[in-house]
């Protein structure tokens, strides 16, 4: 049977979050990490910029995932006030070192994090044989371009983001194998977990509960949400042996 060649990474970090379309002053998180934040993250550490269009377009079409909840955290809503008349909030140092300019005005915000919580996801990319390559997307993993966060720039990994390299017969097997992080309390069931899954993907692994339509795709061109696409969530019994390297 073909088997595909997957990367597998730990989203364990103080502070994350996932986007979503924006409601007035509420900046909110969807549950788990979308196609455009995964495509961003992807582009930021092969040293993309947001200039580059049609490179990220291309990353986010070709770019396949599972995801699984390994503890939840806690839904965190964070209120800020920032008065962007005063001069020394005028200009601040970007990711790549370079200092950037602001528009005055107060804004006032309310940010939505998950804290404390921790997600395994095995990705791949298809078609194999385009640029970047899997090859190239370890590599960007392994040494980033630039600085990577999982959402906002306040959002920093309390880890190493990329766990291994993982052959499965697909995404959702490579996911159950990864070796779960330790539980964070002493009730958090370690048999399944919560996940998400591209529509078609099975195993007897997973147990789907239900479709999901997913608004999380990005217009890079125009730096805005478009269309939507349909993903599986259920739970996925995980193994207690890892199977990357």
């Not at 005005?105 to 804290?115: D, K, M, N, P, S």
């Not at 997600?119 to 385009?130: F, G, I, K, N, R």
Request: glycine share 8%; charged share 25%.
């Amino acid at each position: 049977m073909p088997v595909i060649d997957c990367l597998l990474l730990r989203f364990d970090a103080p502070l994350m979050s996932f986007g979503g379309v924006l409601v007035d002053e509420h900046g909110v998180t969807h549950e788990l990490p979308g196609l455009s934040m995964l495509t961003g993250l992807l582009g930021n550490a092969l040293g993309y910029r947001h200039q580059d269009f049609a490179s990220l377009e291309r990353l986010q079409e070709r770019l396949y995932y599972a995801v699984r909840q390994d503890h939840q955290g806690q839904k965190l809503v964070d209120f800020h006030t920032v008065d962007f008349n005063q001069g020394f909030m005028r200009s601040s140092w970007t990711t790549s070192g370079k200092l950037e300019r602001r528009g005055g005005g107060t804004h006032l915000r309310y940010r939505h994090y998950w804290a404390d919580a921790v997600y395994s996801l095995a990705l791949t990319l298809d078609p194999a044989a385009e640029e970047p390559s899997l090859d190239e997307l370890e590599a960007a993993l392994r040494s980033p371009a630039r600085p990577l966060f999982l959402g906002r720039k306040c959002c920093l990994p309390a880890t190493s983001l990329l766990l291994g390299r993982g052959q499965a017969d697909n995404l959702l097997s490579a996911l159950a194998g990864i070796e779960p992080p330790p539980a964070r309390d002493e009730t958090a069931a370690r048999d399944t977990v919560k996940a998400w899954w591209p529509e078609g993907e099975a195993s007897p692994a997973a147990i789907p509960t239900r479709r999901l339509a997913h608004t999380d795709r990005r217009d890079w061109a125009n730096q805005v949400h478009t269309g939507r696409r349909f993903i599986t969530e259920g739970r996925l019994r995980i193994a207690t042996e890892p199977n990357h390297g």
